[in-house]
T-cell receptor, first 113, second 112 residues
Framework: NAGVTQTPKFQVLKTGQSMTLQCAQDMNHNSMYWYRQDPGMGLRLIYY???????DKGEVPNGYNVSRLNKREFSLRLESAAPSQTSVYFC????????????FGEGSWLTVV | DQQVKQNSPSLSVQEGRISILNCDYTNSMFDYFLWYKKYPAEGPTFLISISSIKDKNEDGRFTVFLNKSAKHLSLHIVPSQPGDSAVYFC???????????WGAGTKLIIKP
């Protein structure tokens, strides 16, 4: 009963380093999302994928890239990490026809020093 | 410009009493609203939702009220239990649009 799985759970990067956050869901959901959560702010959408093979920018896409590798997997890449990207990142998925109920992973804590 | 606002960063309630969490929005086009609950080190989990054609939706101890004229919704938890201690987020969207707009969250603490 895994649901949405994110890796890694914790990561410390130096400024300028690159890394990829991995996300996989086993619920056969069509849509997948990457959010970031910062203190005192709500979740903000970085990128989303409405279906396999498509990706679109959300509210805060700058500094990130994504890949919808297949229906299960949606990765988020930081090409050149900046301290402003220190945050908690959540991957989420949504089945077709669920309204706006989405299902989240446990989060990935990223610190850029 | 925050379209969804939760003005109380935290709320402390005695066990057994009613917890009322509030959320205000500015976009009159929002017609679907959700509440999510989040424990530390976990992702948010869906709690309850309401569409704008209703003014109330109930699920067990949880009731969400929607006042469209005031652009205000609230979540009532009765009776409050220790396991309800968590951060509660409200979110809103226009139709079945994927792009939920989230409030900053309210941390609910249930005192024994």
């Amino acid at each position: 009963n895994a649901g949405v799985t994110q890796t890694p759970k914790f990561q410390v990067l130096k400024t300028g380093q690159s890394m990829t956050l991995q996300c996989a869901q086993d619920m056969n959901h069509n849509s997948m999302y990457w959010y970031r959560q910062d203190p005192g702010m709500g979740l903000r959408l970085i990128y989303y994928s409405a279906s396999e093979g498509t990706t679109d920018k959300g509210e805060v896409p700058n500094g990130y890239n994504v890949s919808r590798l297949n229906k299960r997997e949606f990765s988020l890449r930081l090409e050149s990490a900046a301290p402003s990207q220190t945050s908690v990142y959540f991957c989420a998925s949504r089945p077709r026809g669920s309204g706006n109920t989405i299902y989240f992973g446990e989060g990935s804590w990223l610190t850029v020093v | 410009d925050q379209q969804v606002k939760q003005n109380s960063p935290s709320l402390s309630v005695q066990e057994g009493r009613i917890s009322i969490l509030n959320c205000d929005y500015t976009n009159s086009m929002f017609d679907y609203f959700l509440w999510y609950k989040k424990y530390p080190a976990e992702g948010p989990t869906f709690l309850i939702s309401i569409s704008s054609i209703k003014d109330k939706n109930e699920d067990g101890r949880f009731t969400v009220f929607l006042n469209k004229s005031a652009k205000h919704l609230s979540l009532h938890i009765v009776p409050s239990q220790p396991g309800d201690s968590a951060v509660y987020f409200c979110a809103a969207s226009v139709g079945s649009n994927y792009q939920l707009i989230w409030g900053a969250g309210t941390k609910l603490i249930i005192k024994p």
